[in-house]
Nanobody, 122 residues
Framework: QVQLVESGGGLVQAGGSLRLSCAAS????????MGWFRQAPGKEREFVAA????????YYADSVKGRFTISRDNAKNTVYLQMNSLKPEDTAVYYC???????????????WGQGTQVTVSS
């Protein structure tokens, strides 16, 4: 079993940056592909980015490509989401997730964190 704890959310002005972290418990972190999702009020949870077990392959939603970067440090059991050039439409609760395959569908992920709020003001 894997427990995930996100941190790093907050309030930022449009054009600013934030770095989210997701710390995972357990000794099998490298067995999991990791993903970031977000959910705005009244909307479905949507895919943001994903990374394979080694960190060598990454995937992004078109809406964040070129602005967000996902990475992982397997020695620290942590996955990151660097968010630059933030826009008000990026406002949402951001969740990290762990799964056995890299996928854009949230149903493919087995474990989820509690989420961290990101608010981008205009």
């Amino acid at each position: 079993q894997v427990q995930l704890v996100e941190s790093g959310g907050g309030l930022v002005q449009a054009g600013g940056s934030l770095r989210l972290s997701c710390a995972a418990s357990g000794r099998t972190f490298t067995s999991y592909r990791m993903g970031w999702f977000r959910q705005a009020p009244g909307k479905e949870r949507e895919f943001v980015a994903a990374i394979n077990y080694s960190g060598g392959t990454t995937y992004y939603a078109d809406s964040v490509k070129g602005r967000f970067t996902i990475s992982r440090d397997n020695a620290k059991n942590t996955v990151y989401l660097q968010m630059n050039s933030l826009k008000p439409e990026d406002t949402a609760v951001y969740y990290c997730a762990a799964g056995r395959i890299v996928a854009r569908n949230p149903r493919e992920y087995d474990y989820w964190g509690q989420g961290t709020q990101v608010t981008v003001s205009s």
